[in-house]
């Protein structure tokens, strides 16, 4: 019985406290407290580390975070030094099968020592945690962060020991009301710490974070710098920079005249830059470029565009939402096979290094946030936890020159409320990043025929998800749309598809290869007339898995994919696509 335990000193009040949890949803490690990472080096935390899921909470009511690993008679309902192990990163949904369906806490306990001399610094980096994240280091509570897909930092400090230092993560992966995304998603829920977590050792000064960009003639910098210094250097050897800039309250705002070498897909090109500050220091590889919207045109560099794309999910059959260098090369050269320029990362941010393939590679992307059908737009701690996933992601990616759309959100219904709060999502990205293009997936009305959502006047590139050929059926209503909407701006297809199954589908109707090639074939003739549509993203490049798709010829994946759940079998509509991009890209070159 839990009464035993000296650490309830919550004892029988634990078992009765429904509040267990608020003192921990603070949501206070956020976009300010990141720090900048490029080139540094880190203490991979990435191994085995002590693991059990936690259904009802008893970690956080008992307080299992304020265990030692010192010899105890009590009997504990769980021992986070010992038992199994799991690998980090992971999703645990992968790791057996009991774990499948998981929602819920989850806790994960390593040790590390270190060697910090005095006046050094300790951050603990975690690339992802879906979808909350309690840290605890030697018992002491250091922040929850909120996302399940933005990376988050926080500074170990004064809770560390000179010996074993005892980190707990607590991830919790339970679909609430007031999360961003909430209850109902089309994609799965996966649990747990997937992307790298590391530690970095920093001077007294950190480099917290440095945006590059083109303006006119020139490259702005901002620079922030946290810690006792008035100075940085920073350096872009291709362009001949080498200077001092000036610090007020650590931060700096400077344009500096230069004539890069333009990024774009056909010229890829990078610059390495450096930055250092009071004995920090840190780098990147940056392409600048120009992405503007001009009428009902999207223009890169100043040349007219039509983005050939593909929506892509973050899903594989063994790793879940764990992805790798490879899985990733795969996704671009399957892009590179159909053709395209442009992929949708949907519905949330995916892992970095796909953004910085994409810019080694020469691919423009729309990227996300998980503001995904129904949400609680009338609450501001939601609010607060979208704004910050979007802060997060933009901060960590607006260095990427292939980022040319922040989107953020997809299909949800157009009420007042959403309204404030997505307007003030597109308001938020002009002002963490004036230099691209805002965008979501908006409504439209399919009795009206037109495109009716208040939102898309708020941002520069409407999206609009259509499915003629699957849940809508007059493929000329396609064409009546555009003509009844007029649409003053830039429109990107940003779904359209239909479900093929390549391995138990029938030979024709719903759900067979035929079918949806056909579909691809039928929405392609219509498009072609379609003088106000800029780019299409069809769904997807690959099946996934999904928990609401539970038909016989879905049996738990969503089947959209040109490609199968195993990234190799191409089905019969992958070619369809690919022929409509060769057209396409034939008749831009002439
Ligand atoms: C949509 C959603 C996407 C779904 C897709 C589908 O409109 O945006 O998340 O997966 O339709 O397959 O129904």
């Excluded at 009040?13 to 206070?28: F, G, I, K, M, V």
Aim: charged share 25%; net charge negative; proline share 5%.
């Amino acid at each position: 019985m839990l009464e035993r335990s000296d650490l309830a000193a919550n004892a029988l009040t634990s078992l009765h406290d429904e509040a267990y949890d608020a003192p921990y949803n603070t949501q206070e490690i956020n976009a300010d407290t990141m720090i900048f990472t490029g080139g540094r080096d880190g203490v991979s935390l990435a191994g085995d580390w002590n693991f059990c899921v936690d259904l009802l909470d008893t970690g956080l009511r008992q307080k299992w975070f304020a265990m030692t690993p010192a010899p105890h008679s009590e009997p504990w309902d769980y021992d986070p030094f010992d038992g199994d192990t799991v690998p980090v990163p992971s999703n645990w949904q992968m790791l057996c099968d009991k774990w499948y369906f998981f929602e819920g806490s989850a806790w994960y306990t390593r040790s590390f020592t270190h060697d910090l001399k005095p006046g050094r610094r300790l951050f603990l980096h975690v690339g992802a945690a879906q979808y909350d994240c309690k840290v605890f280091l030697n018992g002491q509570f250091l922040g929850n962060h909120y996302g399940g897909s933005t990376p988050f930092c926080v500074e170990l400090g004064g809770a560390l020991t000179a010996g074993d230092n005892w980190l707990m993560l607590c991830v919790n992966n339970r679909r609430d009301a007031d999360r961003v995304p909430m209850q109902n998603t089309d994609w799965f829920n996966y649990g747990g710490l997937y992307r790298a977590v590391t530690l970095y050792n920093t001077p007294a000064c950190v480099i917290r974070d440095l945006f590059l960009r083109l303006e006119g003639d020139a490259i702005r910098a901002d620079i922030h710098v946290d810690g006792p210094t008035d100075s940085a250097r920073l350096g872009i050897p291709g362009l001949g920079i080498d200077m001092t800039v000036p610090l007020t309250d650590g931060r700096a705002s400077l344009a500096i005249p230069a004539t890069p070498e333009l990024w774009s897909p056909d010229t890829p090109v990078l610059y390495d830059v450096t930055l250092s500050a009071g004995g920090d220091q840190v780098s990147d590889r940056v392409g600048f470029r120009r992405i503007e919207r001009r009428g009902t045109d999207i223009l890169l560099n100043g040349k007219r565009l039509f983005l050939r794309g593909i929506s892509v999910h973050e899903d594989d059959a063994d790793l879940g939402k764990m992805t790798s260098d490879t899985d990733l090369r795969r996704r671009f050269a399957h892009a590179r096979d159909l053709g395209c320029n442009f992929l949708r990362l949907a519905h949330y941010p995916h892992d970095p290094r796909a953004a910085r393939i994409a810019d080694e590679l020469g691919f423009l992307l729309w990227e996300e946030i998980p503001v995904y059908w129904a949400i609680d737009f009338d609450n501001p701690a939601t609010r607060r936890d979208a704004e910050n996933q979007l802060r997060e992601l933009i901060r960590r990616d607006r260095n990427r020159a292939s980022v040319i759309i922040w989107s953020v959100g997809n299909e949800n219904p157009d009420t007042d409320a959403r309204l404030a709060f997505m307007t003030g999502l597109a308001d938020l990205a002009r002002a963490e990043d004036p230099t691209r293009l805002t965008a979501a997936a908006c409504l439209i009305n399919h009795e009206t025929l037109t495109i009716q959502d208040r939102l898309a006047a708020r941002i520069d590139v409407i999206g609009i998800n259509e499915y003629y050929g699957w849940y809508e059926s007059d493929f000329d209503d396609l064409i009546r749309i555009g003509a009844n909407s007029q649409p003053d701006r830039p429109v990107v297809i940003s779904e359209t598809g239909a479900d093929g199954d390549h391995e138990q589908g029938p030979a024709d109707g719903l759900f067979s290869l035929a079918y949806q090639a056909d579909v691809y074939r039928r929405q392609i003739e219509i498009l072609r007339k379609l003088d106000y549509v800029k780019g299409i993203s069809p769904w997807i490049l690959y099946d996934f898995r999904v928990e609401r798709r539970q038909g016989i010829y879905q049996r738990g994946y969503n089947r959209k994919g040109l490609i199968a759940a195993d990234k190799q079998t191409r089905k019969p509509a992958f070619e369809v696509l690919a022929a409509f991009y060769a057209e396409k890209q034939a008749s831009e070159d002439r």
